[in-house]
Each structure stands twice: as structure tokens, then as C-alpha cells.
């Protein structure tokens, strides 16, 4: 089913939104929250408290990209559930993650993304990134893909994910100085 039509389903508050949505996006939610929490019982709650999101939003909400905006709000769940759990003293890939991007955005990604200028600009320098780097910038820094599983997907070593991934940080972070962003 298309986005536009399940749309339309959350619109009329018809439940077969939630399963069409489920059968088409499920898969994607519980990759989000997976990279980020690692655990199968958050996994589970983080997909079905998104569903819950999504079915509060819609309406007054009626996102262009479905699948965009379920993501967005599953990635937030799980960086909430995240947080609120106390994962870093469980060690996990956003331990990892979350300090890689703030040496170039500053204190807290969360805090440097809910900026919409600096939101801006990211996104203007994504588009000047080839298609390769840009979506190994989203597989890692969106999705929260492993270094291993970017590798991977790639065909290539993990030295040269991190290479990659170190040398596209460090034009970010020049882009955004020429833009008057401090970082």
C-alpha cells in the first residue's frame, strides 16, 4: 500500500493503518531502534511506542515521506530510551557514535540537530557528498549502523569505513566553520 493511502487510513483513524504500516515499515523501525539500543525487548517497545507516536501525529500531521517520518520518531524513541535507561554503562554503538559527530557539531547531537539552521547546512553539505559518503554518513549517523556492518555492506575494510567516516567528519566540520557555525 502507498504511503499516501495509509496516510489517508490514519486520517479516517481506521487501525488498518497501524498494520499496513507495520507490514511496510516494521522492518526499518526495528533496525533503527536495534543499532541504537541493542536490546530486543527495547527493540519491541521502542516499535510499538513509535506506532503509538505515529498513530497521536497523524492527524493533525501529514508527512510527505512516511517512512522519514516513522524513522525520525523511532530514532528518537531509542536515543530517549536510550538515555533513560542508562545504556552507556551498558556500553552499546551509540556510546561510540554519539562522540564521533559531537567533535564536529558540538556538545550533544541532539542539541546540534534540533537546530534548524544547522540542520540546514548538513543537509546542504550531504547533497554536495557523492551518493557513496552520503549514505555511509546516514547508514551511521542516522540508522546507527555498525563499522563493521558499513564494511560490510561495502566491501571493504573496516579501516577504510573509519578513514572514510574520519575525513567526511573533518569536511563537515570545515563546511560548517565556513557557514559561521562554531564547533
Not at 507490514?23 to 506506532?51: F, M, P, S
Not at 538515555?83 to 552507556?88: I, K, N, P, S, V
Amino acid at each position: 500500500m502507498e504511503d499516501k493511502r495509509i496516510v489517508d487510513l490514519f486520517w479516517a483513524r481506521d487501525e488498518r493503518a497501524l498494520d499496513a504500516v507495520r507490514r511496510q515499515y516494521g522492518k526499518l523501525c526495528r533496525t533503527i531502534a536495534h543499532n541504537l539500543l541493542g536490546n530486543a525487548e527495547d527493540v519491541e517497545e521502542c516499535e510499538n511506542d513509535a506506532y503509538l507516536a505515529l498513530w497521536n501525529a497523524i492527524p493533525p500531521a501529514r508527512p510527505r515521506s512516511l517512512s522519514a517520518y516513522l524513522g525520525r520518531i523511532t530514532r528518537n524513541l531509542a536515543v530517549n530510551r536510550f538515555h533513560a535507561r542508562g545504556a552507556q554503562k551498558r556500553g552499546g554503538e551509540l556510546v561510540e557514535l554519539l562522540p564521533e559527530l559531537c567533535e564536529v557539531v558540538g556538545d550533544t547531537v541532539e542539541d546540534a540537530f534540533d537546530g534548524a539552521h544547522t540542520l540546514s547546512l548538513v543537509t546542504a553539505f550531504l547533497q554536495e557528498e557523492t551518493a557513496e559518503y552520503r549514505w555511509l554518513f546516514l547508514r551511521r549517523y542516522w540508522y546507527g549502523d555498525s563499522i563493521a556492518a558499513l564494511a560490510e555492506q561495502s566491501r571493504c575494510g573496516e579501516s577504510t569505513v573509519k578513514m572514510r567516516l574520519a575525513r567526511q567528519r573533518e569536511r563537515l566540520r570545515a563546511y560548517l566553520q565556513e557557514e559561521g557555525v562554531s564547533v
